[in-house]
């Protein structure tokens, strides 16, 4: 199990380059892959794309690699003395001309076109292409990790929140069915006191209590409950993504606790309910950060 945040950092170098990769993942619900490479390197976007596509299932990450020459750095400033010297001799002439003082000082060469340039780290990208797969592949082991660690996490709190769960739903099925007898008791004083007296096989009696009995029953709405848990804890155990299919457990829970809520008309077990629906919510919280 692993979670959606997380860091890597790699690095590849031959003779002559460097490079550096660095990975950020954070949480969101489908795929969003952003890289960031060295203009040089564009054409190496979709291979390395695909590669930590492959890895990850869900979630946004950031994929920022740049290059440096061994020694020289990612960029080196060049000046073009040629024409910094015809600018220079331009500026005489006007001033002899004119008679116009345009003496030229070195820091006005700074605002003349094409004199300065940055000359940026370009590299054939099938040179530099095995640097970084490895570089993208390293910090993908170093994200992943982090990722899994936390995971590990995520995944005792989710296991402590569904012994909870189960926990509440026993208690639930014990109670469920003191239910109709609560209401058979309750029915039987009302005729009482209001001076009725029916005996308790009455016919009409018994068929009032079976209608009631089928209308609060909530074992399939247990046994539906019970199996969606156990799936869940499978899940936690598998070694697939996990994020997905957990997100619509949940749903599938809520609306099994919403329905023993409108059922059963007992306050003991609407109780219950409302504390299973709350541990319920912290745990789509906590998935909503899981791969």
Excluded at 27 to 46: F, H, W
Excluded at 240 to 261: H, K, M, S, V, Y
Aim: aromatic fraction near 4%.
């Amino acid at each position: 199990m692993r979670s959606m945040t997380g860091y890597g950092h790699g690095e590849a170098a031959d003779d002559r380059w460097t490079v550096t990769a660095e990975l950020s993942g954070v949480n969101r619900k489908q795929t969003d892959i952003a890289i960031n490479l060295p203009s040089s390197l564009n054409e190496l976007e979709g291979e390395v794309r695909k590669q930590i596509a492959d890895r990850l299932s869900r979630g946004r990450v950031n994929a920022r690699i740049t290059l440096e020459r061994r020694g020289g750095g990612t960029t080196t400033l060049l000046v073009d003395e040629g024409l910094a010297r015809q600018y220079v001799e331009a500026a005489r002439q006007v001033s002899e001309a004119t008679g116009a003082d345009l003496r030229m000082a070195a820091a006005d060469l700074f605002r003349a076109p094409g004199v300065f340039r940055i000359d940026e780290a370009v590299a054939d990208p099938d040179a530099v292409r095995g640097l970084v797969i490895h570089a993208v592949e390293v910090a993908l082991s170093h994200l992943i990790a982090m990722q899994e660690e936390e995971g590990a996490h995520l995944r005792r709190d989710l296991e402590a929140r569904l012994d909870t769960i189960e926990r509440h739903m026993a208690t639930v099925r014990d109670q469920a069915p003191e239910v109709v007898e609560s209401h058979r008791r309750h029915l039987h004083a009302r005729l009482a006191s209001s001076g009725l007296t029916i005996d308790m096989s009455d016919e009409r009696l018994l068929r009032e209590m079976a209608l009631y009995a089928e209308r609060c029953d909530v074992s399939e709405e247990l046994t539906r409950i019970g199996s969606h848990l156990a799936q869940f804890r499978r899940y936690l155990e598998g070694a697939e993504p996990a994020g997905r299919p957990l997100d619509f457990l949940c749903q599938e829970l809520n609306r099994e606790f919403n329905t023993i809520g409108s059922k059963a008309n007992d306050a003991g077990i609407a109780q219950r309910v409302v504390d299973a629906k709350t541990e319920l919510e912290k745990i789509r919280e906590q998935i909503q950060n899981l791969q």
